[in-house]
């Protein structure tokens, strides 16, 4: 009789430091997907066939199940420091400066004046439709105001470029928290990089981030975004790879709300702009993310400012897939392609909202529309 009070006791034992064991990994697994956690989801609807609802929206009533969880550390970092545009355009200023001088050298206005104005204007990729009405504007006021010195003629250009562009436009996060960013674009732009970039500021600044890696087909995308979720202690959500992308963002936003967080950054895969079936699926994703909680606040077309007249082929297209909110226009300090600025706002109307010039987190910075016409005009 001792014997099974003995074996009795040990069996109550046992079960407690079961349900002990079981409630401190429960514990430690509702810590571990606060703010700076990496979410790892292992979705199994890869199949682009997965049911549509009547907007052609997945089905998708909650998030799925968190696979994997482990932590992410918020490593100390440097202070962040913001360059000036006119240490950066060096190339897109060498296109004008030259036109200047040579036009500050003549002491009248006169055909060769103009003629430099529209090649410098063209070789700095303005566009032909933006240069013509640009200097058509300026011709106006040359002639109604009477001038007729060329610095007073340079200072008439200056202000008709700073006329055509809208600035500063800040990004918008929304009141409906969390507010969604989605990032598109084509191969090799530096969307990844962006999201990195501008998690980095917005951790800094106070804001808790969601990043989610809806690109599943570049599997180095969700470990370079990972790695930048790391630095700032940011969380971060990734699904399967080849998964659907829409199921990644749909999770990404499901558990910024669940955390509480500020902005949820969704990259997206790059995708030629002329495939019909990618800018589909682009339309999708962006559906997807209104589902849920939060709402979509930016959507931001990341364009690579080397490819000049390129991207408003690329604009065009992805606005009518998803609505384009802003621009983010990524190299331009290594581009002399600085133009492309004034035809963004000329014929798409669409804002400038970002510019990377540099390498560092701290080189990608709000566009400012006087700073940047001003590093255009700097003298050497």
Sequence with gaps: MLMVFILIG??????SLVGFVVLTRGNDRREAIEPGALIVIDRPDADPSTALDSEGVTALDEPSGIAEISAVSDASVEELERPRLRDRLGKARSVFSGAFASIRGRSAINDEVWDDLEEALLRADVGIGPTTELLDAVRARVRDGGIEGTDELLDVVKAEMLARLEGPVPLDIGVEQPGIWLFVGVNGVGKT???????????DEGHTVVMAAGDTFRAAAAEQLGTWAERCGAAFVRGAEGGDP?????????????IGADIVLCDTAG??????????ELSKVRRVADKGAGAVTEVLLVLDATTGQNGLVQ?????????????VLTKLDGSAKGGIVFAIASELKIPVKLVGVGESAGDLVDFDPVEFVDALFARE
Excluded: P, Y
Aim: no cysteine; net charge positive.
């Design 193 to 203: 990089t962006t999201i990195g970039k501008l998690g980095r500021r917005l951790t």
């Design 10 to 15: 040990v069996a109550v034992v046992a079960v």
């Design 315 to 327: 604009a065009r297209q992805f606005t009518e897939a998803v609505e384009l909110t802003g621009v």
């Design 246 to 258: 829409s199921s990644v963002i749909f999770d990404g936003v499901a558990h910024g709300a669940a």
């Design 271 to 280: 995708r030629l702009h002329t495939k019909s079936n990618l800018m589909d």
